[in-house]
Each structure stands twice: as structure tokens, then as C-alpha cells.
């Protein structure tokens, strides 16, 4: 299905202008899980799945400015479990995507953006590695901003 949507969205856009910055706001993982009977964190990783292929999607168009808007300083307003389980999410996640090797073909800087003093201390260190591995990955072609602890 999604091969069927991401090759109907390339036809529209053949030949027509593309953005040079899209961004996107990762909502809806928990409504997700819910229909599904799932764990709420199990949305969000179904989340930060899709987030990889709509960014490679995006560079496959061409388009070299990507944010993705995932965690907004609201969210830590949550219960303080599902805040705890997101924030150990983030720092597996940041620490998978610096290893990844299809990250690593995107040849984008990684920007962890927002007020990350808010943070835990873990989440600010796995933050700053991703961002020095990503432009130690050589030349780079694209940035890919993931906005954390937002406002």
C-alpha cells in the first residue's frame, strides 16, 4: 500500500517545483496504537519507522531540508511513565539512527534542535553524538533537523 501512495505522490509531483524544506510533525502514535491494541510506546516506534522512510522518501525527490518536529516541551506534561518511556525511546533512537547504515546513505547532517537542557543529561549526550557522527559521515547533501524538547 504505502509503495502504491509514495509512487502516486511521485507522479503528481514529476515535473512540478519541490520544496527545498518540508517539515513534519510525528502525531498520532498513540491514537495509532490504541486502534491496534498495542502499546502506546509501540506506536512511537512505529513512528520513528515511518520517519525514516518519509526522509528518504523526501531526498529521493530531492528534497534536501527535512524537520521533523518529535517531541514538544507539552509533551513532557504527560504522565511522568510515558514521559520516561519517550525518553528512553529517544536516546535508543538517536543511538540506532547514528549507527544505521541507511542514515548513513542519506549523507545529511543530523541536527537535534530544541532546548535540550530539558532533557535528561543521557538524551543530551546521545543527542550531541548523532550530530557528530552525522557530519563526520563525510560530505553531506542534505539536513535533516529532528526538533526535541520544542516549544
Not at 520544496?19 to 491494541?37: C, E, S, T, W, Y
Not at 512505529?46 to 529521493?60: A, E, P, S, T, V
Not at 536516546?91 to 542519506?106: C, G, N, R, T, V
Amino acid at each position: 500500500m504505502l509503495l502504491c501512495v509514495r509512487r502516486l505522490v511521485e507522479y503528481l509531483l514529476a515535473g512540478q517545483p519541490l520544496p527545498k524544506h518540508v517539515a513534519f510533525i510525528m502525531d498520532g502514535n498513540r491514537r495509532f496504537a490504541d486502534q491496534l491494541n498495542l502499546q502506546r510506546i509501540d506506536g512511537h516506534k512505529h513512528g520513528y519507522n515511518k520517519m525514516k522512510n518519509i526522509i528518504q522518501w523526501c531526498l529521493d525527490l530531492g528534497i534536501t531540508y527535512i524537520s521533523v518536529y518529535a517531541f514538544s516541551i507539552d509533551n513532557y506534561k504527560r504522565p511522568q511513565e510515558e514521559v520516561d518511556s519517550l525518553m528512553e525511546l529517544a536516546e535508543q533512537k538517536f543511538e540506532e539512527l547514528l549507527h544505521d547504515e541507511d542514515a548513513k546513505k542519506w549523507r545529511a547532517e543530523v541536527r537535534v534542535i530544541g532546548d535540550l537542557s530539558r532533557a535528561p543529561p543521557a538524551i543530551q549526550r546521545a543527542a550531541e553524538r548523532l550530530m557528530q557522527g552525522s557530519r563526520e559521515n563525510g560530505p553531506t547533501k542534505a539536513v535533516v533537523n529532528i526538533c526535541f524538547s520544542y516549544t
